[in-house]
T-cell receptor
């Protein structure tokens, strides 16, 4: 089954404690992206990757890091989480081949930073 | 002004009613997506449009490239259609998705 998986689904942590949210897709997609969703602001892009070893900042990259060492994985790293990073996070993947732009979203990770 | 705007923000309907959600955008696009976000939070892609019209079951999506406008219609609405509907523009030059803030739909029996 084609899918994007994220782990963990829920996380409560404390300010300053490094954490990683994993994202993996099984569709051989080149394009992967991380978004955060906040009430009243909608979805905003944090980072994206066009392919292995190619990453770039989205609209709200401050406080986040990413890496793309393998095509299937795109982890989101919070080196020193702060309460303003409390949010609902989504990973997504897509392909640009054959003019296909369909987006596949992971189930979301609800992060609370206290 | 947001580059992607949706209306209305909130919508309530009685079961069976015809629903229309609108999306206007101000950027050049490769495609426009309609997404559905369930109360549990998961996001599902409903449609991806670059021109014309698409239909899937009771859902119909249209796009007018000249007017930079898209609509999502739900015929014979049902309480299980209750969700947040989000339009997202895939920008032509940056290959980036820009999202509207969503329309919260509640359908009552």
């Amino acid at each position: 089954e084609a899918q994007v998986t994220q782990n963990p689904r829920y996380l409560i942590t404390v300010t300053g404690k490094k954490l990683t949210v994993t994202c993996s897709q099984n569709m051989n997609h080149e394009y992967m992206s991380w978004y955060r969703q906040d009430p009243g602001l909608g979805l905003r892009q944090i980072y994206y990757s066009m392919n292995v070893e190619v990453t770039d900042k989205g609209d709200v990259p401050e406080g986040y890091k990413v890496s793309r060492k393998e095509k299937r994985n795109f982890p989101l790293i919070l080196e020193s989480p702060s309460p303003n990073q409390t949010s609902l996070y989504f990973c997504a993947s897509s392909t640009r081949q054959f003019f296909s732009y369909e987006q596949y979203f992971g189930p979301g990770t609800r992060l609370t930073v206290t | 002004k947001n580059e992607v705007e949706q209306s209305p923000q909130n919508l309530t309907a009685q079961e069976g009613e015809f629903i229309t959600i609108n999306c206007s955008y101000s950027v050049g696009i490769s495609a426009l997506h309609w997404l559905q976000q369930h109360p549990g939070g998961g996001i599902v892609s409903l449609f991806m449009l670059s021109s014309g019209k698409k239909k899937h079951g009771r859902l119909i999506a249209t796009i007018n490239i000249q007017e930079k406008h898209s609509s999502l219609h739900i015929t014979a609405s049902h309480p299980r259609d209750s969700a947040v509907y989000i339009c997202a523009a895939l920008t032509y030059n940056t290959d980036k998705l820009i999202f509207g803030t969503g329309t919260r739909l509640q359908v009552f029996p």
